[in-house]
């Protein structure tokens, strides 16, 4: 099916969806922003603390990445978002002209555990910096992202852990429906911003079709599937995306939040996500682990101590070009910074290239043949 068409209006971010695949969910489409047009299905690099770890947003450009997400609550505890407002905003701070998408600081609230209190008010917490008592709230989460000026706002939600049982789940999403009614009435910035509803329910279908239900009634610009990629089996999450998706407007984008392996983004692309993020290939480069066509490698491994050949000889990324893994794996035994810098901009380059091809395989119609090639290469097991 061929089709152009967006929801421009009022919103400051639309989707035009380009072709919706024959045979799966997945759809090619252009994101549009006020910091530039990303192609879709996308990857966004994480940028925690208004830098990509160890990487210039030149190198960011250069991996090909139009857009990156940041991180609403480690901001707001350092610089401090009025820093960032004086400085003429996060895009300004970071110099960094491509598009931004804040979360909220809620998963990270989350993840605290007994360091937080969550009230109908907001969450109180203990500052994992210096241990100070901090508050967020809906609110107060959307002042902050109002001050960094990011492109995407994310709702302030309420994460619930896996497992968890059906009441706690029904709980979390109705807080979450009322503070995303919140969350909406004080976003004042419309015109340059665009705020995204987030999915909750846990792992229970009656539970996600509610909240899908009750947040897509406030016709916001975007949504995302939140409470996913916590613990759960990937064969649990991509359950819940066969039901959940569907939910969802048709023409409006949508995230799949904190999502990044290789195999998870084509299960997710070929389920109707256009958007995704993860740390996991920063993080894993810090490790000395690659991610590359034929699976992952281990550069920090004895194996790679006299491999005089590039990472992975497929990637054109500056690390391939111009390393071997033997001289990586020293710089990483060594504890030298260019090895996790050599690292990281191999793993993020090597997402962008599996999200191009993506892209030009829904483009063709031969998204699951690609799925398969790609599944056989990495030595996972097909359905």
């Known amino acids: 099916m061929e089709c152009k068409e967006g929801v421009k209006g009022l919103a400051a971010v639309y989707l035009e969806i380009l072709k919706e695949d024959s045979r799966t969910k997945a759809r090619l489409g252009k994101l549009h922003t006020p910091h530039g047009i990303i192609d879709t299905p ?3 690099p994480v940028g925690t603390q208004g830098t990509v ?5 030149e190198e960011i450009k250069e991996i090909g990445a139009g857009m990156i997400l940041s991180n609403t609550y480690h901001l707001f505890l350092r610089p401090g978002h009025d820093l960032v407002r004086e400085a003429g905003g996060l895009h300004r701070f970071m110099n960094w002209d491509g598009a931004i998408l804040t979360d909220s600081g809620g998963f990270q609230v989350f993840s605290l555990g007994d360091l937080r209190k969550i009230m109908e008010e907001g969450v109180e917490f203990r500052s994992h910096i210096d241990g100070s008592r901090q508050f967020l709230s809906p609110e107060i989460s959307m002042q ?3 001050a960094l000026g990011s492109d995407v706002v994310m709702a302030f939600d309420e994460c619930a852990p896996y497992p968890c049982s059906h009441q706690y789940a029904k709980d979390s999403l109705e807080r979450t429906t009322r503070w995303l009614k919140r969350c909406k009435e004080t976003l004042t ?5 665009s705020l995204f509803g987030i999915v909750q329910g846990g792992m229970f279908e009656d539970l996600r079709r509610q909240s899908a ?8 610009p ?3 599937v939140g409470g996913l990629s916590v613990g759960e089996p990937k064969e649990m999450m991509y359950e819940v995306l066969d039901y959940t998706v569907p939910l969802l407007p048709r023409e409006k984008p949508r995230y799949l939040m904190g999502v990044g392996s290789p ?4 299960e997710g692309v070929i ?3 256009d958007m995704f993020d993860c740390v996991l290939p920063t993080r894993i480069a810090r490790n000395g682990t690659a991610l590359t066509r034929y699976g992952k490698v281990i550069v920090r491994n004895a194996g790679s101590a006299r491999d005089f050949g590039p990472i992975d000889p497929s990637c054109d990324c500056y690390a391939c070009r111009n390393y071997s893994r033997a001289y990586i794996r020293h710089l990483l035994k060594a504890d030298e910074i260019l090895g996790l810098r050599l690292m990281t901009i191999h793993n993020l380059r090597y997402l962008q290239i599996l999200m191009g091809e993506i892209r030009e395989a829904i483009k063709e119609d031969r998204l699951p043949e690609y799925r398969e090639k790609c599944f056989a290469d990495y030595g996972y097991e097909l359905d």
């Open 213 to 220: 239900a009750e947040i897509t009634e406030l016709d916001l």
């Open 144 to 146: 902050v992202q109002m």
């Open 42 to 44: 996308v990857f966004m």
């Open 271 to 273: 389920r109707g996500i």
């Open 222 to 224: 975007g949504y995302a």
């Open 53 to 57: 770890k160890t990487m210039t947003p």
């Open 263 to 266: 195999d998870a983004l084509i």
């Open 189 to 193: 910035t419309t015109e340059t911003q």
